[in-house]
């Protein structure tokens, strides 16, 4: 079993910056990728970002490119969603995921075997 615990978010103000980071534990071996998903209230669950251990390609949405980025250390089974410029309309729960897949279309969420709880972000206008 894998467990996901996310840190770092926070209430901030337009164009601030948040640093999000994700720690893996148990049996981290059978992890191949790692990714970064958003909620906001009423609205479907959000990709933002993955990264594939394998590959080392990284992958952000359309909304988020040239503002969050992706990263991760492989061996402190880490990832991290460095957050700048936000914006009001980034508001949501984000939760960090893991799939066991060796290659997966990283943006669906039915490909991702294990979530943490997620961490709030809020940004106000």
């Known amino acids: 079993q894998v467990q996901l615990v996310e840190s770092g978010g926070g209430f901030v103000q337009s164009g601030d910056s948040l640093r999000l980071s994700c720690a893996a534990s148990?049996?981290?071996?059978?992890?191949?990728?790692m990714g970064w998903f958003r909620q906001a209230p009423g609205k479907e669950r959000e990709f933002v970002a993955a990264?594939?251990?394998?590959?080392?390609?990284?992958y952000h949405t359309d909304s988020v490119k040239g503002r969050f980025t992706i990263s991760g250390d492989k061996a402190k089974n880490t990832v991290y969603l460095q957050m700048n410029i936000l914006k009001p309309e980034d508001t949501a729960a984000y939760y960090c995921a893991a799939h066991s897949l060796l290659t997966v279309v990283p943006s669906r969420p039915s490909n991702y075997d294990y979530w943490g709880q997620g961490t709030q972000v809020t940004v106000s206008a």
């Open positions: 148990g049996l981290t071996f059978s992890i191949y990728g």
């Open positions: 990264i594939n251990w394998n590959s080392d390609n990284t």
